[in-house]
């Protein structure tokens, strides 16, 4: 059983670039979040999707935004690229109903804007 | 009112000790708190998780202490070993809410086990 895919996993961005980072959730999970992680800090809430909708979002400039496919897989797409973007990026899915059992989180993709 | 205090940054023990890493919470509409385990190169991973309606919660060699009152909780690792070396984040979310179940992450210990 497949956990949380994320790619790429790594990436070299120009400042000013756009970016499209992807995840797959786990199996029988329809509900993603989408996480920024920088050095040596934890990861902070960037907006979460379920049922193709964005149902809450973090302190995140509209720089930022995502989207959700019909299969629950998503995209985070980060517009004119700034140095302090740089940052893993985690991507976390849970089921959309029933018990909360906890997230499971991806490896990442870690971004570094020059 | 939605910050995670961690504590203390790094912690360094020898293999069987016991080390403690303590979290601090402000917002009292949180009701769920997890334990996560990072690895170099990987996503954090759920060690374990309380709710407040327990003070103390054990699976294996973690242990989770919480303290409703204080609006603290701590993670201990009973005889730790070299593998056990990771950073390790304290969360806490809101689940009564709208069900996002946010979570808000502390900073963060870097966790060394020496043999």
């Known amino acids: 059983d497949a956990g949380v895919t994320q790619s790429p996993t790594h990436l070299i961005k120009t400042r000013g670039q756009q970016v499209t980072l992807r995840c797959s959730p786990k199996?029988?999970?329809?509900?993603v979040s989408w996480y920024q992680q920088a050095l040596g800090q934890g990861p902070q809430f960037i907006f979460q999707?379920?049922?193709?909708?964005?149902?809450q979002r973090g302190n995140f400039p509209d720089r930022f935004s995502g989207h959700q496919f019909p299969n629950y897989s998503s995209e985070l797409n980060v517009n004119a690229l700034l140095l302090g973007d740089s940052a893993l990026y985690l991507c976390?899915?849970?089921?959309?109903?029933?018990?909360?059992?906890?997230?499971?989180f991806g490896s990442g993709t870690r971004l570094t804007v020059v | 009112q939605q910050q995670v205090k961690q504590s203390p940054q790094s912690l360094i023990v020898q293999k069987g000790g016991i080390p403690i890493i303590n979290c601090a919470y402000e917002?009292?509409?949180?009701?769920?708190f997890p334990w996560y385990q990072q690895f170099p190169g990987k996503g954090p991973a759920l060690l374990i998780a309380?709710?407040?309606?327990?003070s103390e919660k054990k699976e294996g060699r973690f242990t989770i202490s919480f303290n409703k009152s204080a609006k603290q909780f701590s993670l201990h690792i009973m005889d730790s070993q070299p593998g056990d070396s990771a950073t390790y984040f304290c969360?806490?979310?809101?689940?009564?809410?709208?069900?996002?179940?946010?979570?808000?992450f502390g900073k963060g210990t870097k966790l060394s086990v020496i043999p």
């Open positions: 976390a899915s849970r089921p959309g109903q029933g018990f909360f059992y906890g997230y499971t």
């Open positions: 199996s029988g999970h329809d509900t």
């Open positions: 999707y379920y049922e193709e909708e964005e149902r």
């Open positions: 917002n009292t509409a949180f009701d769920y």
């Open positions: 309380i709710r407040p309606d327990v």
């Open positions: 969360a806490a979310s809101d689940q009564s809410g709208a069900g996002s179940y946010q979570l808000t």
